[in-house]
């Protein structure tokens, strides 16, 4: 690990690996619906972070497994704040879907 490793954020494309990996988790795109609509990657909810409380009604249980993500990585980082606030126990900051190389859809 480099000494500067610690200013980057989260790998994106290992965080959807994870979510791939976790039976029953839940992909959150905390970003606009304008956004989402932009581009977004397979198998995510669009929660925008102004209408996270809407989650309650996508995710059942407070211990359900979480991974957020948004453009640049500060929005989910804030979203993660907030669900974890609420309650949720399981929830990772993915970073931003703007360094991730794999597939997205319209």
Same mark, same amino acid.
């Given at each position: 690990m480099g000494f500067f490793d610690f200013?980057?954020?989260p790998d994106i494309s290992q965080g959807v690996k994870d979510y791939q990996a976790t039976p029953g988790a839940v992909l959150l795109d &905390?970003?606009?619906p304008e956004e989402y609509r932009e581009g977004h990657i397979p198998g995510s909810k669009n929660v925008p972070l102004q209408s996270l409380d809407k989650v309650t009604?996508? &995710?059942? +249980? /407070?211990?359900?497994?979480?991974?957020?993500?948004? !453009?640049s990585g500060a929005? *989910?980082? /804030?979203? &993660? *704040? %907030?669900?974890?606030?609420?309650? !949720?126990?399981? @929830?990772?900051?993915?970073?931003?879907?703007? %360094?991730?190389?794999?597939? @997205?859809? +319209?």
């Open positions: 200013l980057k954020g &905390v970003r606009t009604g996508l &995710v059942n +249980h /407070q211990d359900t497994p979480m991974f957020a993500y948004c !453009y929005r *989910s980082a /804030q979203a &993660v *704040s %907030a669900l974890q606030r609420m309650g !949720y126990t399981n @929830v990772k900051n993915i970073g931003g879907i703007a %360094a991730y190389a794999g597939k @997205v859809e +319209h």
